[in-house]
């Protein structure tokens, strides 16, 4: 049985992704840096104890992904995906406030973890010969600028221009590596993301515009990812035709995404 291996996924968008392959039949390696959170994603999903796997893992530790890897692989034999999810917002603020310490963290989580969870999937999949791995960007990826998100934006950037150096690195190896890239989804992080320049209600509307719950594009890249055998691809979910698209219907249907507890799941 094929496996899938997603870092990040106590909650939110990881979440939801391992809900999704474990519909579509996968061994689901389940993970993230928070115990507690952990435990609650188990406890809020319903599988077959034989399909499912957690793991804590905090990504900015390589040996902590080594162990993720030698532990599934050692488990189920064999592991077809690897998504490198992890990831935490930023305060909105702009960058000569930001502290050391979120500087640090940020890009330790999203930029360095994402590189050695791609190190130590690429380095095992080589001696499995195939996979597919996937890194997920965000804001700033694109090269959009946005007062306030200088650190995310940073961090996404650099993984998207990473993923694409890495996919060109691949050639010739059979092995696939791509991005995901969610839109904007109503979870932890918009909360996360709070800060001196945007207030709530600023925040919560782009959302209601443009955003989703997180199992939404979780089902749609979720199937794309198992379809995909390119090398190198970006997998979107909105895209700008779906931009144009929501503002146009926001003007005749307004969205509460943020009433609803759906979002806590
Ligand atoms: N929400 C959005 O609008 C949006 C848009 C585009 C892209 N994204 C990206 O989507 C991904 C998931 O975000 P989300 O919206 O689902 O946020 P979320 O609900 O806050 O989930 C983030 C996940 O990352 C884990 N995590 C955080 N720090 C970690 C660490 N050091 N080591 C291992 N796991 C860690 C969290 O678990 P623990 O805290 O328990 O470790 C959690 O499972 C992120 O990469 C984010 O940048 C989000």
Known sequence: ?????????SKGFGLEMGKEFLNQGYHVAFSGSNEQNLNNAIRSITFDGEKVASMLCDVRNRD???NLWDVI??????IDLW??????????????????????????????????????????MLKQGFGKVYNTVGFGSTGMIRTGLNLYGTSKHAVAHF???????????????????PGMMV???VNAADGSIYNKSEVQ???NILGDLPDVPAKYLVKKMIDNNTNGKLLTWLSN???????????????????TDAHQK
Not at 1 to 9: A, F
Not at 86 to 99: D, M, R, T, Y
């Open 241 to 259: 035709t779906k931009v144009i698209f929501r503002f146009i219907k926001h003007l005749f249907v307004k969205r509460d995404l943020f009433n």
């Open 187 to 189: 979870t932890d992080f």
């Open 64 to 66: 902590d992904l080594q």
């Open 205 to 207: 509307n782009i959302y």
């Open 73 to 78: 692989f050692k488990k189920w034999g064999r």
């Open 1 to 9: 049985m094929k496996t899938v291996v997603i870092t990040g996924s």
């Open 83 to 124: 998504i490198n999810n992890a990831g935490i917002a930023q305060k909105a603020e702009k960058l000569w406030h930001s502290s050391t310490a979120d500087v640090k963290n940020v890009i330790e989580t999203n930029l360095l973890g994402t590189f050695y969870g791609t190190q130590v999937a690429v380095n095992g």
């Open 163 to 181: 993923t694409k150096a890495f996919a060109n690195e691949l050639k010739g190896t059979g092995l696939i590596i791509g991005t995901l890239q």
